[in-house]
Nanobody, 120 residues
Framework: QVQLVESGGGLVQPGGSLRLSCTTS????????MAWYRQAPGKQRDLVAGISSGGRTNYADSVTGRFTISRDNVKNTVYLQMNSLKPEDTAVYYC??????????????WGRGTQVTVSS
């Protein structure tokens, strides 16, 4: 079965840093666009950062300059380096894998999330 597992979340003070990891299995990793989403209590799930199968990146305006997404196609892992963390970054962070098939349709998978709490 396809599996995405996030790790690296925790409690950190404002201004601190965390690095999230998402390990994948049972997918052809190099063909997938990868992304991090987050969801705070009572809020919708929003895109934080994405990285295409070719390595192109994009970021939400709220995290640009503070967060960096990267991928390792040997380890089948995507990372999110989070610096200068703010209380409003507090959320459950989810890993997403997406492949748009050249013949039409798509495959999408989600991890179960890791909690990030930014508080004094």
């Amino acid at each position: 079965q396809v599996q995405l597992v996030e790790s690296g979340g925790g409690l950190v003070q404002p201004g601190g840093s965390l690095r999230l990891s998402c390990t994948t299995s049972k997918i052809f990793f190099r063909l997938y666009d990868m992304a991090w989403y987050r969801q705070a209590p009572g809020k919708q799930r929003d895109l934080v950062a994405g990285i295409s199968s070719g390595g192109r990146t994009n970021y939400a305006d709220s995290v640009t300059g503070r967060f960096t997404i990267s991928r390792d196609n040997v380890k089948n892992t995507v990372y999110l380096q989070m610096n200068s963390l703010k209380p409003e970054d507090t959320a459950v962070y989810y890993c997403n894998a997406l492949r748009v098939r050249p013949t039409g349709g798509s495959d999408a998978y989600w991890g179960r999330g890791t909690q990030v709490t930014v508080s004094s």
